[in-house]
């Protein structure tokens, strides 16, 4: 990445620079800023939904270019979903991890590290978390989770609240999770669905489009969404 990095320095892309990372939560696709990752890897623009990669990274993983170049820089090219995704976080998760369409119902993932079963039930999703936390805390500091977690392309975030019955806040959903997608050096970019006030059906498969995100230092996947739980812990999952 140390040479993608020295190819950022040219005229073009020197005026991507000015997008530096930003402190308010990224969740918002109407906050009008840019996230740059730290090599200069790849740019999302959440106000508008959209997301780019240097021509020298790698693609991102379940993407496909779109044929358009960033209108700062022909040096970023667009990138969107190579399919569609159900309203469904964690179901979107899976197919991130496994790089493919998933029938729903199945048993997909797994806790990385202690290789708990994750999506299994509510009850049974606390349980993994508090595990993961547990073993994760022995490590003291750099810890993998919560802040520390730090998935890599292929894994995905997922943010679980261990005591949902004391939650006030107006979000009800127990979880989210979050697949990743690349990853520049400390920073994540991941694709996201959210779930409806209806059940997420294969039959509404690509209806609503995923949202594009990056989380890294001065805004982690945990300090985004932490405040719409009592007691959250973000852990990692992978493919079971």
Same mark, same amino acid.
């Given at each position: 990445?140390?040479?993608?990095q020295r190819?950022?320095?040219?005229?073009?892309?020197?005026?991507l620079?000015?997008f530096?990372?930003?402190?308010?939560?990224?969740?918002a696709?109407?906050?009008?800023k840019?996230?740059?990752?730290?090599?200069?890897a790849?740019l999302v623009?959440?106000?508008t939904?959209?997301?780019?990669?240097h @021509?020298l990274? =790698?693609?991102?993983?379940?993407?496909?270019?779109?044929?358009q170049?960033?209108? #700062?820089?022909?040096?970023?090219i &667009?990138?969107a979903?190579?399919?569609g /995704?159900? =309203?469904d976080c964690l179901?979107t998760?899976?197919?991130?991890?496994?790089?493919?369409?998933?029938a729903?119902e199945?048993d997909?993932t #797994?806790?990385?590290?202690?290789?708990?079963?994750?999506?299994?039930?509510?009850?049974?999703?606390? @349980?993994?978390?508090?595990k993961?936390?547990k073993?994760?805390?022995?490590?003291?500091?750099?810890?993998?989770?919560n802040?520390?977690?730090?998935?890599?392309?292929g894994?995905? /975030?997922?943010?679980?609240d261990?005591?949902?019955?004391?939650? #006030?806040?107006?979000f009800?959903?127990?979880?989210?999770?979050?697949?990743?997608?690349?990853?520049?050096?400390d920073?994540?970019? =991941?694709?996201e669905? /959210?779930?409806?006030d209806?059940?997420?059906?294969?039959?509404?498969?690509g209806? &609503?489009p995923p949202?594009f995100?990056?989380?890294g230092p001065g805004?982690? /996947?945990?300090?985004?969404w932490?405040?719409?739980?009592?007691?959250?812990v973000?852990?990692?999952?992978? #493919?079971?």
């Amino acid at each position: 990445m140390r040479a993608l990095q020295r190819s950022a320095g040219n005229a073009a892309t020197a005026n991507l620079m000015r997008f530096s990372r930003v402190s308010a939560p990224g969740v918002a696709r109407s906050n009008g800023k840019y996230r740059l990752s730290q090599n200069g890897a790849y740019l999302v623009e959440p106000a508008t939904g959209s997301m780019y990669a240097h @021509k020298l990274a =790698t693609a991102p993983r379940s993407c496909a270019a779109t044929g358009q170049s960033h209108p #700062k820089s022909a040096d970023y090219i &667009e990138y969107a979903p190579s399919m569609g /995704f159900i =309203t469904d976080c964690l179901h979107t998760a899976e197919e991130i991890v496994h790089g493919k369409s998933l029938a729903q119902e199945g048993d997909y993932t #797994k806790v990385a590290g202690t290789g708990e079963a994750f999506g299994l039930g509510e009850d049974e999703n606390i @349980k993994a978390a508090k595990k993961y936390k547990k073993e994760a805390d022995k490590l003291g500091g750099k810890a993998p989770v919560n802040d520390g977690a730090a998935p890599g392309v292929g894994q995905a /975030f997922v943010i679980v609240d261990t005591t949902p019955k004391k939650n #006030k806040s107006s979000f009800r959903y127990p979880y989210h999770a979050a697949g990743v997608i690349a990853r520049d050096g400390d920073d994540a970019v =991941t694709m996201e669905m /959210f779930a409806s006030d209806e059940d997420a059906m294969d039959v509404d498969r690509g209806s &609503e489009p995923p949202q594009f995100q990056m989380y890294g230092p001065g805004l982690t /996947f945990h300090s985004a969404w932490s405040s719409h739980y009592a007691t959250p812990v973000t852990i990692v999952i992978e #493919k079971a």
